[in-house]
């Protein structure tokens, strides 16, 4: 079960202020990996984080080739570091995309004056530490396509 609150939120909500800003990695279709820095991440809620996307560069052209991502956070002087692996959305209009714009540090969205930015949003589906250590998972559904019996 995916439950990013408590502490998770908290760190990650403050993320830039405290001087860690996360760091999104992204592949292409063709699998050329990126990773671009982002100071706009934050908690959606429990299941979802979401960021800014102003600069519209080869991370959000990645995203739409391929959606799966992850979100990198680390916060050295408590000696925190999570991976949050997940399936990106990206959100061009919309109640959500200015409902993530409300939400975002003043400080990005000061770097986007002409708010042209869109929302993207990030369906947690595992959370790992830097060890690989499995944090929490996303709840997986048998998968009955390859057996004889099926729940009745």
């Not at 990773?35 to 979401?50: E, H, W």
């Amino acid at each position: 079960m995916i439950d990013i609150s408590g502490e998770m939120q908290e760190l990650l909500d403050n993320a830039l202020a405290d001087g860690c800003c996360c760091i999104v990695g992204t592949a292409s279709g063709e699998g050329r990996p990126q990773i671009s820095m982002k100071g706009s991440v934050l908690v959606y809620d429990p299941t979802t984080l979401a960021y800014w996307e102003r600069a519209r560069r080869s991370a959000m052209e990645n995203v739409a080739d391929n959606p799966q991502v992850v979100v990198f956070y680390r916060n050295a002087e408590r000696r925190i570091n999570w991976r949050f692996h997940g399936t990106a959305e990206v959100l061009e209009s919309g109640p959500v995309r200015e409902d993530v714009m409300s939400r975002t540090v003043q400080g990005e969205l000061d770097r986007d004056p002409e708010r042209t930015g869109a929302a993207v949003l990030v369906h947690v589906d595992r959370v790992t530490a830097l060890s690989g250590e499995v944090l929490q998972e996303k709840t997986r559904r048998a998968d009955w396509s390859s057996c004889d019996e099926r729940p009745i």
